[in-house]
């Protein structure tokens, strides 16, 4: 039997065989290299072992997305919707533990990390739980990133706006791109090669690269350490690097 396609909101029209909607299950896999980049990044510099493996954790479940959506927009099935929430579930919750440990002052713990890819696994198993749990993390990330912004900014620590800026800018672009794109959407064109819910893939794959980049920048090297070079995005109306 085949399994019951699960993207019947996400506009693109559903094609008979393996991949059901090509440009949604391709995008896909921007969070793939995205992920795939945060990992070769976190293992070429010597960071404490927490803070380096809750980078790693990150870099893992943002690479899972990748998966789990070829899957979800590919063949569906159970199955392919278990891997699809576990991998979302999984790198919300790690956002959110760093911010927290963040906020607290600590360097970062590996248990807690996998303790929430762990329980993003868990809750998926549960289709009716996945949702809400979708929007408690997501809120909770957003809640974090918030306080944790605040909290540079009046610690004065260098590099608050460029961490801020692209985060909300691509934010606010992938949300309208996946709004206005849902099936009878205003942007919904199921036929073509140019697919909302595909620039929701690449936008959001985009966030999570420079997310996991300035949590990277944010830790200082072990001694004797290679320190990150910062990542810098042009100032807003110059065109120059700050």
Do not use: K
């Given at each position: 039997m ?17 991949i ?7 995008s ?10 945060l990992?070769?990044?976190a ?7 927490g803070?380096r493996?809750?980078?790693l954790?990150?870099g893992?479940?943002?690479a ?10 590919g ?16 790198t ?13 002052g ?9 303790g ?6 868990l ?12 929007l ?5 990330a957003v ?23 692209p ?6 672009a ?26 929701w ?11 996991g ?13 290679v ?11 110059t065109?120059?690097?700050?």
């Amino acid at each position: 039997m085949t399994p019951a396609p699960l993207a019947v909101a996400d506009c693109e029209h559903i094609h008979a065989g393996t991949i059901g909607q090509p440009v949604n299950a391709v995008s896909s896999l921007a969070y793939v290299g995205a992920g795939a980049a945060l990992m070769a990044r976190a293992r070429a510099h010597r960071l404490p072992a927490g803070a380096r493996g809750r980078l790693l954790a990150f870099g893992a479940t943002t690479a899972a997305n990748g998966l789990g959506g070829l899957a979800y927009h590919g063949p569906g099935g159970a199955v392919s919707r278990w891997l699809h929430d576990a991998a979302l579930l999984a790198t919300l919750g790690v956002v959110t533990v760093v911010d927290v440990e963040d906020l607290a002052g600590a360097t970062g713990s590996r248990p807690l990390a996998l303790g929430a890819v762990a329980g993003g696994a868990l809750v998926a198993l549960h289709p009716a739980a996945s949702a809400p749990a979708q929007l408690a993390l997501g809120a909770g990330a957003v809640a974090g990133e918030v306080a944790g912004h605040v909290a540079r900014r009046r610690a004065r620590r260098p590099g608050w706006r460029q961490r801020l800026v692209p985060l909300v800018v691509t934010g606010a672009a992938a949300v309208t791109a996946h709004a206005a794109s849902r099936s009878g959407g205003p942007l919904c064109r199921p036929d073509s090669l140019l697919q909302g819910h595909a620039a929701w893939h690449v936008l959001t794959a985009l966030m999570l690269w420079w997310w996991g980049e300035a949590a990277l920048d944010a830790v200082p090297a072990e001694p004797g350490g290679v320190r990150p070079r910062p990542c810098r995005v042009p100032e807003a109306g110059t065109g120059r690097r700050p």
